[in-house]
């Protein structure tokens, strides 16, 4: 497969009901890094909140959600980063719906990672994780 910065993808993104789940082994690898993360900082710099981008980037739409998931149980409930990694996987999930002809569930997924997204960056906070409310656009084209 690819590599992803510390991931290697196989060769085909991973549809959950279609193709074989890919092997546990490296998202496991980047699961375990997190325990290393003691600040926000260091989630917004690890391994599996960057591979999560790349992942969305190539078309490894599920595989970006299992990379952000695992930041996103370990961050402060109700905080804005937390928001933000939530909408991630939702774009990630609806960016999956869609790949897989199911427009609907996409569509409707997607309001919930817009609505995500907005709570992160609600009262005007100008970034979040390094990214500022104006790159929802930039993702959605990903």
Request: contains cysteine.
């Amino acid at each position: 497969g690819r590599m992803t910065g510390a991931l290697r993808l196989p060769p085909r993104p991973h549809w959950p009901g279609r193709t074989p789940r890919p092997d546990a082994a490296p998202f496991d690898a980047l699961k375990a890094r997190l325990t290393d993360c003691a600040s926000l900082a260091d989630f917004q710099h690890s391994a599996a909140f960057r591979a999560g981008f790349a992942c969305l980037e190539q078309g490894y739409f599920w595989e970006a959600h299992e990379c952000w998931e695992a930041v996103w149980i370990r961050l402060p409930p109700a905080s804005r980063e937390r928001q933000l990694v939530q909408a991630l996987i939702q774009l990630a999930n609806a960016r999956l719906k869609a790949a897989m002809g199911n427009p609907a569930a996409s569509t409707r997924i997607l309001r919930r990672a817009r609505a995500a997204w907005d709570a992160a960056f609600s009262g005007g906070k100008a970034r979040v994780f390094g990214i500022s409310e104006s790159d929802w656009a930039d993702y959605l084209a990903k």
